[in-house]
């Protein structure tokens, strides 16, 4: 794999290593992560569990995350899950020799999971695990990426039992189901957004609305709906590799079919809750849309209230300037002679009415015209008439 004795002395990644000692029992001790991947490939028969997170650090250091270095770990198709952005992924792929049997089994799943302090406050966790098998040497490596603490725990605390262990896909159920505390951690901080606005409707004054606030909740709601249907569909993916993978090795999965029926439902039971976080989470989006649109309504409601009370002062006002602005032209004179006050008319004041009342007319009818005449035409005049030549 190459010289890994720069890169242990920088000591950049740190792991924890887990091992199963016996049926029951596990222990755990501190290493290099490249140095104990490189040296799974030499160890006895085992199961061994990697706890690392990932860094920025650890990809442009590592000798094994690097793209140009043919000998590699991982495979090529997994270092988008360590280096990239993604929402979610599983994959599955083994060896098969001459004879049937299968030599090395890869698998690995990625979660994806924002969590929401407030709306400009966030942080986003992409947790993976990946699981090398060889069933004919007994030699399991199983390593956890950028687990959460509530992962992690629930892992230790449910880790499985012996006749569950030749069975890849514990690990990733496993994970899914810590996950699931992690999904329903971060939904519930959502409707914890989305709770107040529900309830400030009711105070009176009523607090300012906040519309960017608003869409930041409603933006990380849908990154939620998205992130949980992407999990649901891979952990199905998960269940229908299983199901295939049974079907196609019996002979192997039959030594122990107790451990592999009990993943398989528990893989359906996680599946299960995670549609149903979907569900909340759709439904805390409908929420929030509702108090969007109440909120717009009801801003709505303020500007026709304030239009209303111009039209008003305007309507006290319009005699007045009507009069004024009639008694402000030419047509009339005040004039004094001689101590006599004198009021002359033009006699051209016809003019007035004959420019004034067919312009206002006018002005009626062609509104009219756009608000209550279009109901009354036939619908065949108002529909768009299609070309001779067109094909319907």
């Not at 988008?80 to 001459?98: E, H, M, Q, R, S």
């Not at 040497?137 to 262990?165: C, G, H, K, M, T």
């Not at 869409?215 to 299983?242: G, K, Y």
């Not at 109440?294 to 005699?319: C, E, G, W």
């Amino acid at each position: 794999m190459g010289d890994l004795d720069d890169y242990v002395d920088e000591k950049v990644d740190t792991a924890t290593v887990v091992e199963a000692s016996d049926e029951n029992t596990w222990t755990s001790r501190q290493s290099n992560l490249w140095l104990e991947l490189e040296n799974y490939q030499r160890q006895p028969p085992s199961i061994v569990l990697l706890y690392a997170n990932y860094t920025e650090k650890s990809v442009k250091h590592s000798p094994v995350l690097k793209d140009e270095n043919p000998d590699v770990f991982f495979p090529p198709d997994f270092i988008p899950v360590i280096k990239a952005d993604l929402n979610g992924t599983f994959f599955c792929d083994y060896n098969i020799d001459d004879e049937g049997q299968v030599t090395k089994h890869l698998s690995w799943t990625c979660f994806k999971i924002k969590h929401v302090v407030k709306p400009g406050d966030y942080v986003w966790i992409q947790t993976a695990v990946f699981v090398q098998w060889h069933p004919q040497e007994n030699r399991q490596l199983v390593f956890f990426l950028n687990l959460p603490d509530i992962v992690a725990e629930y892992l230790a605390a449910n880790r499985p039992a012996p006749s569950q262990r030749d069975n890849p896909y514990i690990w990733h159920t496993l994970v899914a189901q810590g996950v699931v505390k992690e999904y329903d951690k971060s939904i519930w901080s959502l409707r914890d957004l989305v709770r107040p606005i529900e309830k400030a409707r009711n105070l009176s004054p009523p607090p300012a609305i906040n519309f960017p606030n608003l869409h930041d909740i409603a933006r990380h709601i849908f990154h939620a709906n998205e992130t949980l249907e992407v999990a649901i569909h891979t952990l199905q993916s998960l269940i229908d590799e299983q199901e295939r993978f049974r079907a196609e090795h019996a002979a192997l999965t039959d030594k122990t079919r107790r451990g592999w029926i009990h993943t398989a439902q528990r893989a359906h039971y996680v599946a299960k809750q995670l549609h149903s976080l979907l569900t909340r989470s759709k439904s805390l989006s409908e929420r929030l849309r509702n108090e969007i649109n109440l909120a717009f309504n009801l801003v709505s409601q303020k500007d026709s209230a304030m239009m209303r009370t111009v039209a008003i002062v305007s309507m006290v006002y319009l005699p007045g300037t009507f009069i004024s602005g009639l008694f402000g032209t030419n047509f009339f004179n005040l004039s004094s002679n001689d101590g006599v006050q004198l009021w002359i008319m033009s006699g051209n004041f016809w003019l007035y009415w004959v420019i004034t009342l067919p312009l206002t007319m006018a002005t009626v009818l062609v509104w009219a015209s756009w608000h209550f005449f279009p109901r009354y035409l036939p619908r065949r005049w108002l529909r768009p008439q299609k070309d001779a030549g067109s094909v319907a």
